[in-house]
Every structure is written in structure tokens, then in C-alpha cells.
């Protein structure tokens, strides 16, 4: 079934790019992520496991693997289920118009997403990881034309990407020391490689959920349309980095430095966020802002890594993917209703549009973790994750994510009271209700209700996913009421109260910063580009003959570090007394080949070179080298022949300086190639065995090197081949300019320049 349900992603994508008619693409986008979370959530709760491999190169690991358990069913029923609304939502905020390619470009990184949070191999974890930063470039940019939502989409992709490398080489370390690049087949792993696997694993994890100082993609990501922010930037995407670090806990969680980093990043990061949410005017960017800062509440609760905490983050997921996403989508609905998201400008909304002001209530108040609405019993979570720590540490933990909530609750009173109060004068103009813009925000600010009178049931769900991460979690629930003399209710409630009079004062005040750390990527970037083709304009001249020099020479410097492991006993003067009278043979028309000014010399001369060879393969007992190294030197020197027919006879004449840094650059490359062949001509009766055996049991042949030209060396072959393709298309791309010129025309002299 999971195979099914991923490829009905890929088909679904091309089942809308495929429509004649644009007007029901969202409808068809909607069905494969409609029939994921129906089958996930029938998983929910369950201890069923359902697994899906394919091997792609055994010998290497390399598989897609998915493993779909109790965590893999509560994230499907998250990305797919608001998917579906999300789908439904982008019918009614765009109106109409051909979105074919939106649709589908969403639909695709629904089935990237879906991978990801199913993947039970590192590598496969990679790939979808990388397609979600794809996608989600194409949907911040899907404004081409707006030089502002192209800025914001690079600067995406490249903090994304930039740091899914990081994560690439993360996962390289992890694999070698845990010896399996499965997850579920993984132990914990302790030592310096490991801690920097668990570094490198944190900050890929940091760059795709906007933790500081990554964070600065984030809101500026908000030029995208809101049903991308509404899915992608609050309830899917940006919560990758959250399951990766859940995903790896059980790996990496032993890592001293993993939990420490992981807790300190979150922590700023959600102080940092809410101070950037009750500065901004713009409702997008409160709420972008406000994801950041609550991305970093999960961080910090899923890297400290206790059974409470983990539960705590996993609820907190949930929670606010729910209360998330309606809230953007009201703010997605009074921007295409009013054509303004400025709390500065808007006034009489409350009257006006009832249903995006009792939907932001609702979602608000799940937000600021206000009881009845599933935010509560998650952030009540969180806060006694935080008591249960001890020491120094565990006050500051408490401490920061005590000051994070009450700037919460405060950006968030701020932005419900300034999107909705009456400020003088007309009232803001709206157009007409759109039930489809409308309809799956009210759905989801109702669950924030509902799921709070069945927070039993929501428990039955998030245990099993949190004891997946860490068995202990399965002790804890969310609880609807803790009571009066519960130390973390009463926090709670000094939280609450102490925000609102912070956010009801800060609703008056409205001076939007600038984007400073945005605007500083922005020119790092560019300054980049600046020095990349300052760079290329002087490194790529055009020059071939230098470029071949210095290929040569950095190719000679690679062989310095084997030169030690040259053993002199090794070498002797030959096996028959023919082979160094073909040796001979071999160098003086190397020579030769270098002295001659004539063309077709040089090359019968180089043809020599050849014949040589192939007589020492075959004075060696290897008959097939030598008729390969045969034919192919035969080829070669009819091509040089035709090929020279249209230069001039001689070479042009060099310098004595080029003349002698060609040949020495040709005596280095040569000298190189020697070392390198000593260096590796250890050869071992067991070594002869191994390979020997390996060729029959691995690549099906008896000769050993038919096997490795055709089976070890296959991609190398495979390069190579797609070089002579291109290569050969290139000189018919030549043949035909000469013929449209005229064919046996003489050849102007730039011509034969460039073609010397």
C-alpha cells in the first residue's frame, strides 16, 4: 500500500499537468493525499508496522525503504489530512485561473513530505528531503514575475539546500559508525564520530526548520501565496527538521552535545521569534515569525530527549499544525477579501467577516495555549517537561520556555485585537464570502475544540508515536484538567495573563523592523555570484592548452601521497627480452610525437605509440587487450587522418617557454602515472584469489578483467560513453556548420586558429 499511495502522488501530478479543462485540478490534486490519510489514520493508535523496500544497488546499501508505524501514521494523517484541506482552500482563495502547474507543483510536495516522514533509510530520507526543498522553491517562486518572491524563493532554496548538505555529510558519518544505513536497524552511538555526525545532523535539522540563525528564509518565504504557507511554513515542511531530530534521537540522543545544542538553538529561537512576531504589521509575517518561535519550543522539547519532553514535542506538532493552519488561512481569506494584511490599516472586520475573526479566536487562543483548545494540554505538556528537569540547567530550561510562552500569548493577543478593532473612520471594504476559502479553517479551529474534549483519544495517538522515539514517553497523557494545585497550571495561567496585558499594550504600537538578517543574506548571495563569475571570467579563458596543463599538473600533485608506499623490489627490467625492445618502440615514438612538425606524422607517429602497446599486451598473454588496443588505435589514426585533411600541414610554431612547459607537464603526468602503477603493484596470492573469486561469484565471468571493465568500472563505463555521445554530437554539430557554409569552402583563418 505504500508504494501505491506514493506513486498515486507522481500520477496524480501528472494527471493534472494532463488536463484539458484547469478548473478542476485542485480536485484532482486532492485525491491522493485524500486516500493517504484515510489509510494512515485507520493506523492510528495501532502497533502495526507496514514496511516497503526496493533495493537499488545492494552491494552499496543503497534501497528506498519506508517503514510506516505508529509516528509514520500520526505524521501521514498530518500532512495528507491538511493537504486535503489545503487543496480544498486553494480552489477558493485563487478564484480561478489556470493552476494547473500550482497544483500540481503542491501535490508533489505532498508525496515528498509523505516520503519523508516514512523513510527507514538515511538515503531515502536524503532524496525526499531535498525534493521538499525543490518544491518548495517552485511554490515560494510561483510569482515569477514579483522580483520579491523570486528573492525570497533563492534565499530558500539556498539556506535549505545549504544546509541539506550538511545533513548529507551528517548522515556519510552516521552510516560508518552505526554500520547500516537503515534507521530502525540503528543503535546508539557514542564517540567523536558521532558527536559529529550529531553536529552536522542539528544543523541540517536547523536550516529546515528555521532555527536561529537560519531562520531568515522563513518569513521572507511569505511572498509565497498563503495556501503554500498555510501547508508548507506551519504545519508540513518546517516541521521536518523537528521529526528528523525525533528520528534520530534514539541514534544520536546519547551524543553529549546533542541535547545541549539542540535545547540552547530552540530556546533562542523561540525568544527570538516572538520578539520578531510582536514587532512586524504585516499578519503574515506575525504569524511566519510566530513559527519560528514555536519551532523552536519543539526543538528544544524533542532534543532534550526525556520521555515528557518527547511526548510534549510530538503534542505540540499536532497541536500546531492544527491551530496553524486555519490561522493563516483567515489571514489568507481578509487578504483576498480586503487586498491588505496590514493590522495598521484594516478596521471593522469583526462585523464584517465574522467567520475569519471567530476562526482566529479559536486558533488564537489554541495558540496562546488557552483551555478549551488543544494547544492547552500540549503547552501544559512542555511546561512539565520543563519541572521535571533539575539543576542549574533545568531553571534555565524552565526559565526560557516560561518567557517564550508569555511572548506567545502576547504576539498573539496583539494580532487578533489590531487585525480586528474598529480604528476610526470607514470600515475596511470586503468582497463577497467564499465558502471554499472559508470552510477548512473553520474545520480546523473546531478540532482545536474537539480535540481537546477528546484529548483521551488524542493521547491514544501521540503515545505510540512518542514511544516510538523514546519508550518512556508511554507513562504521560494530556490532560484536560490538571488541576488547581498543579505547579505547571498555575505557570500556565501566569503565562497567559501576563501575556494578554503585554499583547493588548503592544496592539497600539506597530513599528515594522527591517529585515536585517534577510537583507544580509541577500548580499552574501550576491557578493557570491560576484566573485563566482569574477572567478570564472579569469580561471575559464578559453585556452585549452593551458587548461590541459593544468589538469595535468594537479592530476601529478594527487599521486604524492602514495609515493611512500613504493616498494623497490618491486621493480625489474622485464619478463622477455621483446618487451623492452618494444618498451623502446613505445618511447621513442612518444618522442617522436612531440618533435614532429607535421600533422600526419604526429599523428602515425602517436599510431606507433599504440601498435606498441598492443604488442606488449600481446607479448604478455593477453590476446583481447591487444586487439581492443588495436582496433582502437586503428580508429583513432583514421580519424586523426580525415580529420587533419581540412589544417594546415604543419603545426604553428611555439616558443621555446610553451614548447618546454608542454613537455615537461607531458614528463610530470607520465612520472606520475609510474608512481601511481608502483604504488598499487602489490599483488598478493590472496589478493589474486580474492579478485578471482569475486569475478565469478559477483560479476558471473571467469575473466577478471572483462569483469571489472564491465561490472566495478559500470558507472565510470557509463561516464565515459556519455562523454563520446557528446562529443560526437559536437563535431556533427560542426560537420553541419560547414556544410550550410558551403562545405569544401576554404577555412578562414579564425577558424583554423580556433581549430588548432
Known sequence: MIWILLVAHLVGVVAVLSLPNP????????????????????????????????????????????????????????????????????HGYFGGGDRRGFAATLLA?????????????????????????????????????????????????????????????????????????????????????????????????????????????????MAAPTPVSAYLHSATMVKAGIVLIGVMHPVLGAVDIWSGLGVTVGLLTMFWGAIGALRHADAKLVLAWGTV????????????????????????????????????????????RTGSRDLRSLSGLRTSMPVAFWVMVFAGLSMAGV????????????????????????????????????LTVAYTTRLVLALFSDKGGEPTEVTPFRWAAAAPSVLLSALGVVGYVLAPSVTDWVVPAAATLETTSAGYALLRWPGLNST???????????????????????????????????RLVDRT????????????????????????????????????????NQLYAW????????????????????????????????????????????????????????????????????????????????????????????VLAGAAVTAALLASAEDTPSNREALTAAAVDEGGGNNLVNVILTDLRALDTLGEVVVLVVAAMGVLALSRADTARGGGAPLSDDVRKVRR
Not at 372 to 377: A, E, I, N, W
Not at 546 to 555: F, G, P, S
Not at 583 to 591: D, L, Y
Not at 626 to 653: K, N, R, S
Request: no cysteine; aromatic share 8%.
Open 575 to 666: 619478463d622477455r627480452p621483446l618487451q623492452a625492445g618494444m618498451g623502446t618502440t613505445v618511447v621513442a615514438a612518444a618522442i617522436a610525437v612531440a618533435v614532429i612538425r607535421s600533422r600526419i606524422g604526429a599523428a602515425l607517429a602517436l599510431g606507433v605509440v599504440g601498435l606498441g602497446v598492443s604488442a606488449l599486451f600481446l607479448i604478455q598473454g593477453a590476446p583481447d587487450l591487444a586487439l581492443t588496443q588495436l582496433l582502437v588505435e586503428t580508429v583513432i589514426v583514421v580519424g586523426f587522418v580525415i580529420g587533419l585533411g581540412g589544417l594546415t600541414t604543419q603545426f604553428p610554431t611555439n616558443g621555446f617557454v610553451w614548447r618546454s612547459v608542454r613537455i615537461g607537464t607531458a
Open 371 to 406: 483551555p478549551p483548545l488543544l494547544g492547552f494540554p500540549a503547552k501544559e505538556a512542555a511546561i512539565e517537561a520543563s519541572l521535571n528537569e533539575s539543576g542549574a540547567s533545568g531553571d534555565l530550561i524552565l526559565a526560557g520556555v516560561t518567557i517564550g510562552s508569555v
Open 109 to 221: 510536495f505532498s508525496g515528498s513530505m509523505l516520503g519523508l516522514v516514512w523513510a527507514d533509510d538515511v538515503w531515502t530520507l536524503f532524496l525526499f528531503w531535498e525534493a521538499t526543498s525543490v518544491t518548495s522553491f517552485l511554490l515560494v517562486g510561483t510569482k515569477s514575475t514579483d522580483s520579491t518572491a523570486v528573492t525570497a524563493a533563492r534565499r530558500a532554496l539556498l539556506v535549505t539546500v545549504a544546509g541539506g548538505l550538511v545533513l548529507l555529510a551528517g548522515l556519510l558519518v552516521l552510516v560508518d559508525v552505526a554500520g547500516t544505513a537503515t534507521l530502525s536497524e540503528m543503535g546508539p552511538v557514542t564517540g567523536d564520530q558521532a558527536t559529529v555526525a550529531a553536529v552536522l545532523v542539528l544543523v541540517g535539522a536547523f536550516t529546515k526548520s528555521a532555527q536561529l540563525p537560519f531562520h531568515v528564509w522563513l518569513p521572507g518565504a
Open 529 to 568: 555570484l560576484d566573485l563566482a563569475k569574477w572567478t570564472t571570467g579569469r580561471v575559464q579563458h578559453g585556452s585549452l592548452p593551458i587548461y590541459l596543463v593544468v589538469m595535468a599538473l594537479v592530476a601529478s600533485l594527487a599521486v604524492i601521497p602514495f609515493l611512500g608506499s613504493i616498494d623497490a
Open 23 to 90: 478548473r478542476p485540478a485542485f480536485a484532482v490534486a486532492l485525491a491522493a493525499p485524500l486516500a493517504s490519510a484515510v489509510w494512515a489514520a485507520s493506523r492510528l493508535g495501532g502497533g502495526e508496522i507496514d514496511t516497503a523496500r526496493l533495493d537499488w544497488v545492494e552491494g552499496l546499501d543503497l534501497a528506498f525503504s519506508f517503514r510506516v508505524g505508529p509516528l509514520g501514521a500520526l505524521l501521514a494523517v498530518l500532512v495528507s489530512g491538511i493537504g486535503v484541506l489545503i487543496f480544498v482552500y486553494g
Open 293 to 336: 518561535s514555536q519551532l523552536g519550543l519543539m526543538t528544544a522539547m524533542m532534543s532534550l530527549g526525556s520521555g515528557k519532553a518527547i511526548f510534549a514535542a510530538v503534542s505540540l506538532v499536532v497541536a500546531h499544525a492544527v491551530f496553524k493552519a486555519a490561522l493563516f488561512m483567515a489571514v489568507g481569506e481578509i487578504d483576498i
Open 488 to 522: 505547571a497550571f498555575l505557570i500556565s495561567m501566569g503565562i497567559v495573563a501576563g501575556g494578554a496585558i503585554i499583547g493588548a499594550a503592544a496592539a497600539r504600537h506597530s513599528s515594522p523592523p527591517e529585515p536585517l538578517g534577510a537583507n544580509n543574506v541577500d
